[in-house]
């Protein structure tokens, strides 16, 4: 894969990464975008914040490059160094669990981390005695 990583932000509000095949005058061709979103959640310092890369068009789609008309884009950017390498690190997990797929065992092992965490998290909002008005 060629690597010419973009953040491209669509009019509908959409931000998603990927790698521009081709930049022509009307049409952006991009391969294997995903799409970026911040997750905020509860932590013991207050609101952390991270970045979530998820399918954009490829559950409704097998294809893998699409063509974006330029009237629908509103910025192009390329993407930092450590971006660039968490891209291309979710996109290899990707491509392992649509060839493997996770086992029951790994299913299950994941939905016990999630309930220990949102415990975790539930007994931190309980302790800290915080009244919201």
Not at 70 to 76: A, D, P, Q, W
Not at 89 to 107: R, V, Y
Request: glycine share 4%; proline share 3%.
């Amino acid at each position: 894969m060629n690597k010419n990583y973009s953040i491209v932000k669509l009019a509908n509000g959409d931000n998603i990464i990927c790698n521009v095949i081709d930049n022509s005058e009307n049409v952006i061709e991009v391969e294997s975008p995903l799409k970026m979103e911040i997750v905020s959640r509860n932590a013991k310092g207050g609101i952390a914040e991270s970045l979530t890369l998820s399918r954009w068009l490829q559950p409704f789609s097998d294809e893998s490059k699409f063509s974006l008309n330029k009237s629908t884009v509103i910025l192009n950017a390329p993407v930092t160094i450590g971006l660039g390498k968490y891209y291309e690190f979710i996109l290899k997990k990707m491509d392992k669990l649509d060839i493997e797929g996770p086992s029951e065992k790994e299913l299950k092992s994941i939905e016990e981390e999630e309930k220990r965490n949102l415990k975790k998290q539930m007994l931190e909002y309980i302790k800290d005695d915080v009244t919201i008005h």
